[in-house]
């Protein structure tokens, strides 16, 4: 009779141990800036951003709200699959607060080529193992670093990064597509620029137009890019 009790306690163990993981690799990417890492952390509520199909699975069954973080697994087809999952597995009837969020890569400049531009520097990193695992890095250099240290044979693959892209409307034009297309209440835009100030270029472009749009009173009042 008590299983179910020491199942809640392994599972909010679990889900904790990987908020603190997910904080660590959000304080590796923004903290070097204060105004970056508050815009995204602001959005954060007490969901937990991963980006797996299980990590979905079992957000919706133990009723909490859930981030699918694109711009740390880059694999829009599992976004796809985890999201769906969660929509259908989610028991509006129990007690749990149910709210779908995604965390996505968007670049916003004053044009749409220079968007571009900078959308194609930002690549996904992906090791796979001999075991048959496989993980997303930060960078080429610590692929192979891992690769090395796990003592397995591995392969490394580079590809561009799935980002939002464009001047302020299409970028926003392309946020509101995805936040209907996948039913979720809340967008979080992580910039990946290297240069901090085309970076805060990218964050205050899409918050003029947001505004813009807000008070022009668009149809899509339900949705929240952050």
Do not use: W
């Not at 800036?33 to 990590?55: G, N, Q």
């Not at 985890?82 to 890569?105: I, Q, S, V």
């Not at 001999?130 to 591995?154: H, I, M, P």
């Not at 901090?196 to 899409?206: G, H, N, T, V, W």
């Amino acid at each position: 009779e008590r299983m179910p009790f020491l199942g809640s306690i392994v599972a909010c163990f679990f889900f904790f141990f990987l908020f603190v993981v997910c904080c660590l690799l959000l304080f590796f990417f923004f903290f070097n800036d204060p105004a970056t890492t508050e815009i995204y952390t602001l959005s954060l509520h007490d969901a937990l951003p991963i980006s797996t199909v299980s990590s979905a699975e079992m957000a919706a069954e133990f009723g909490m709200p859930y981030v699918f973080a694109l711009f740390l697994n880059g694999d829009q087809e599992v976004m796809t699959k985890a999201m769906k999952t969660y929509h259908d597995r989610f028991d509006a009837a129990g007690p749990g607060c149910k709210r779908a969020m995604l965390a996505l890569p968007v670049v916003v400049a004053e044009s749409a080529d220079e968007a571009a531009a900078y959308a194609a520097e930002i690549k996904v990193v992906r090791i796979s193992l001999e075991s048959g695992r496989t993980l997303t890095a930060g960078n080429l250099e610590s692929a192979e670093r891992f690769g090395k240290q796990s003592g397995e044979e591995f392969e490394i693959n580079v590809t561009d990064a799935p980002v939002v892209h464009g001047s302020p409307e299409i970028a926003l034009k392309k946020l509101l597509d995805i936040q209907r297309l996948h039913n979720v209440e809340e967008i979080i835009a992580v910039t990946a620029i290297d240069d901090f100030q085309k970076r805060l270029r990218s964050y205050e472009l899409l918050s003029d137009v947001l505004t813009e749009a807000n008070k022009a009173s668009i149809p899509d009042q339900g949705q929240e890019v952050t």
